[in-house]
């Protein structure tokens, strides 16, 4: 069964634009929620989505936001991109999920987000 | 709130020495537990979990005992191999609430020949 894929691998943006994200879960997984990892910040959860609507959201101002597909493929975007955006963005996706279930989350290789 | 803390390290090992990495958790409610692994230039596998007090979880030789009494996951590893440098992180996610997952900084593993 193919993993978890994030497309782009890396990517170079300048201040002030715009990016998206693309992130296909495993086949039949249906919750995918994004991480940001930074070295100062460590991991910090984004937000998680099941069946086409945000379930959870992390403290992230609203230039993040986020989507999902009925094929459960997921997209997240980044407006008005800051220096401080500059990070691996993480996707995850579980079978199904909710309520804390302790489900595992298989992650993808992660996309580097670089803003010049 | 919810929070791990693990030992950041770095940690240096010879191949063949015990590994133990120390986590601590805070959580309500009864949370899950899991160790993952980052190897350079890769996104985050799962090693070992554990869902309830007192389980033991392992995989590849690395074991962690999920302790209530002492809200602890230690992981650890008889004899650790040069292949098992990477960052490791401890997370949890609270059962009955958010399926996200809380990490703590985690830990960076060298092992020399």
């Known amino acids: 069964k193919a993993g978890v894929t994030q497309t782009p691998r890396y990517l170079i943006k300048t201040r002030g634009q715009q990016v998206t994200l693309s992130c296909s879960p495993i086949?039949?997984?249906?919750?995918v929620s994004w991480y940001q990892q930074t070295p100062g910040q460590g991991l910090q959860f984004l937000f998680e989505?099941?069946?086409?609507?945000?379930?959870n959201k992390g403290n992230f101002p609203g230039r993040f936001s986020g989507r999902q597909f009925s094929n459960s493929r997921s997209e997240m975007n980044v407006s008005t991109l800051e220096l401080g955006d500059s990070a691996l963005y993480l996707c995850?996706?579980?079978?199904?999920?909710?309520?804390?279930?302790?489900?595992?989350?298989?992650f993808g290789p992660g996309t580097r987000l670089l803003v010049l | 709130g919810n929070s791990v803390t693990q030992m950041e390290g770095p940690v240096t090992l010879s191949e063949e020495a015990f590994l133990t990495i120390n986590c601590t958790y805070t959580?309500?409610?009864?949370?899950?537990l899991f160790w993952y692994v980052q190897y350079p230039g890769e996104g985050l596998q799962l090693l070992l979990k554990a869902t309830k007090a007192d389980d033991k979880g392992s995989n590849k030789g690395f074991e962690a005992t999920y302790r209530k009494e002492t809200t602890s996951f230690h992981l650890e590893k008889g004899s650790v191999q040069v292949s098992d440098s990477a960052v490791y992180f401890c997370?949890?996610?609270?059962?009955?609430?958010?399926?996200?997952?809380?990490f703590g900084k985690g830990t960076k593993l060298t092992v020399n020949p």
């Open positions: 086949s039949g997984h249906r919750s």
């Open positions: 995850a996706s579980s079978l199904a999920g909710g309520s804390g279930s302790g489900e595992t989350q298989y």
């Open positions: 997370a949890l996610v609270t059962q009955g609430g958010s399926e996200k997952l809380v």
């Open positions: 989505y099941f069946s086409e609507t945000q379930r």
């Open positions: 959580a309500t409610g009864y949370p899950s």
